[in-house]
């Protein structure tokens, strides 16, 4: 298994420094993960049946904190008190900011893809998503055809900067399928 990504922006916006950033820290996320057979190994194991994303987020933590980003950042969210949002990590950058995601069953079943979109959306703070969600998932060991995750969220967050009639205020997504 290998890490892949897509990435989905608004028109134009591939030109500014910002995005040039980002995009190269998320492809600097997918090389370090690709790099580290050892990585790759212990997150196949952290995606089995029944474990949660915190496994996959502990063994992604060291490599999350190399690339500059603060676990799971407070006071990100305090124009909305009542909500209790945190994201697992982010990053500032120059005049906006990354946050960054870390799914696994919930991604599809329970929207969470589109919560971590909702995240940047609210946040005064970041323009950017960086997404991790599993390429394919078994619920249970039995299951014979696992749910494509990656495949799915990808065609559901496209939508929200593929047409500018549905733009939310997010400058660009970054899926990393594991």
Known sequence: MKIVIS??????????????KV????FQFKDEFNNDEDVLTEIALANMPKKSSKGVQNVMKNIILKLGFTYEKKGLFHNYPFSGMRPDAFQALLDTGII???????????????????????CKHARYLILFVPQELRQNYVQKNPV?????????????????????????IFILGY
């Open 100 to 122: 960054l995601e870390i799914e696994r069953g919930k991604s599809i079943q329970n929207n969470n893809d589109v919560l971590a979109l909702f995240k940047v959306h609210l």
């Open 23 to 26: 995009s190269g820290i998320a």
């Open 148 to 172: 494509r995750v990656y495949e799915k969220v990808c065609k559901r967050v496209k939508s929200f900067l593929e047409d500018e009639e549905n733009y939310v205020n997010i400058d660009a």
């Open 7 to 20: 990435m989905f922006f608004k028109k134009g916006i591939e030109l500014t420094e910002v995005f040039q």
